[in-house]
């Protein structure tokens, strides 16, 4: 005999959550606590994007708002972020860029200004390099990963803050690739 389950249905929320971020950031996180830690969602378009701020848990402390795609509106809101993050005690911060558009020039120019942000990450400075090269910018991309290489190895007491050895071995591959 078959029997079947009601699924419940979702009560909906007005309030805006994402998804917990994961990966390299565990030993950040704990090391300033979820509670202080930060993170900047943007989502890439043509010629303008999306960005909003949440803490480690998903709690949007900052709406998704668009900004324009010149120096002036990226400026403010990098200005925004490092306000708003003061403000709310948030002492550590990522940034996770969405580009699902394929507009290289506005990933480009949000993975420079997010190394601005974090310029100790790992991750943003990767981000910069795979972008660039996509693009067929092998010496920017080579560049930003010596960047990401030179901040993993700050953390080399520290293995969970560090890329995997793979990664490493990947990105130093595309490294001598570049200078061919």
Not at 4 to 28: A, E
Not at 67 to 96: F, K, N, S, Y
């Amino acid at each position: 005999m078959l029997t079947r389950t009601r699924k419940r249905k979702s009560t909906g929320s007005k309030r805006r959550f994402i998804g917990k971020p994961n990966g390299q950031i565990q030993q950040r996180v704990q090391d300033v606590g979820p509670e202080h830690f930060g993170v900047v969602a943007v989502d890439c378009a043509k010629r303008r994007s999306k960005w909003m701020l949440c803490n480690f848990y998903g709690k949007v402390i900052i709406e998704p708002t668009t900004v324009e795609h010149a120096t002036g509106g990226l400026r403010a809101m990098t200005q925004v972020v490092a306000e708003v993050c003061h403000a709310e005690g948030l002492t550590d911060t990522i940034v996770a860029v969405e580009n699902d558009a394929d507009d290289w020039q506005a990933a480009i120019g949000y993975a420079r200004h997010m190394t601005e942000i974090d310029p100790h990450g790992i991750g943003v400075w990767r981000r910069l390099g795979d972008v660039l090269w996509e693009t067929g910018d092998r010496a920017g991309a080579a560049d930003a990963y010596r960047r990401a290489l030179a901040n993993d190895a700050n953390f080399e007491l520290d293995e969970l803050k560090q890329l995997p050895q793979r990664e490493r071995d990947l990105l130093h591959e595309r490294i001598d690739h570049a200078r061919q």
